[in-house]
């Protein structure tokens, strides 16, 4: 069945603005968001919590397989449920953040979380970010971006992120930065690369607003070309 409401698929590394711009793109447009790194982070939360190894692939896989998310959408962030319990500050930490670099290059938990992903946007109105968006879990997307800056103010960035960043160096998180590159980029599973049709924003010098704006114009000649005679309705986001 074809879906009645644009899909949105934004990809991109670490520090490139994703989250920031995929939030306020949804809001504006009255879609839901759904940001997949947190189901990943939510996976090595628990792998981390339980003692799961992150090199056993299948205990890994079981963690994801079983995993319940719900996420919630607001103009403060998203909120993100995990088998009930809110793991939205949890999933941020330093030690979190590093797990999931792991626990993504894992081909049965991204099988897992893939499903679930097509599962939360397969009616359409949704903004979904992460790095494989647009190439796997939904190569049909209406509009494919692809955003990305420079390594320096990709750092700075996601220093700002880290809730326990307390005692991090600009030169640590670089470091962590250009290692999630190297993993992401040469994964046998879904490696980070741009679709081939995607459109690619460079946001080292751009204010998310400008960004947020830039995609809004394309995704408005996106919903045009698929309704000529409509326009973009703005509707509350799906839940």
């Known amino acids: 069945m074809a879906r009645s409401r644009l899909v949105i698929a934004i990809d991109g590394p670490s520090g490139a603005g994703k989250s920031t711009v995929a939030r306020a793109v949804a809001l504006k447009l009255g879609l839901s968001y759904v940001e997949s790194g947190a189901m990943y982070r939510a996976v090595a939360l628990v792998a981390l919590e339980s003692g799961t190894p992150l090199d056993d692939s299948a205990a890994l896989g079981a963690v994801a397989a079983r995993a319940n998310f ?7 962030g998203n909120r993100l449920w995990l088998d009930g319990r809110d793991v939205t500050e949890a999933i941020r930490s330093a030690e979190v953040t590093h797990a999931a670099s ?11 979380l893939v499903e679930r992903q097509r599962a939360l946007g397969a009616a359409g109105g949704v903004v979904m970010e992460g790095r494989d968006i647009g190439t796997v879990v939904f190569p049909d997307a209406d509009v494919k971006l692809f955003l990305d800056a420079s390594p320096e103010v990709r750092g700075r960035r996601r220093l700002k992120d880290v809730h326990d960043a307390a005692g991090l160096s600009a030169e640590a998180v670089l470091a962590e ?5 190297r993993r992401d980029q040469t994964r046998d599973v879904s490696p980070l690369a741009p679709a081939p049709d995607a459109v690619r924003i460079d946001t080292t010098t751009l204010a998310a607003d400008e960004v947020v704006e830039r995609i809004l114009k394309i995704a ?15 509707q509350p986001p799906n839940r």
């Not at 408005?220 to 703005?234: F, H, I």
Request: aromatic share 2%.
């Open 102 to 112: 792991i626990v993504s290059t894992h081909a049965v938990v991204r099988k897992h």
């Open 177 to 181: 930065i250009s290692e999630r590159d």
């Open 220 to 234: 408005g000649a996106a919903q045009r070309n698929r309704d000529p005679n409509g326009g973009m309705a703005t």
């Open 70 to 76: 719900r996420f919630e959408t607001s103009a403060s």
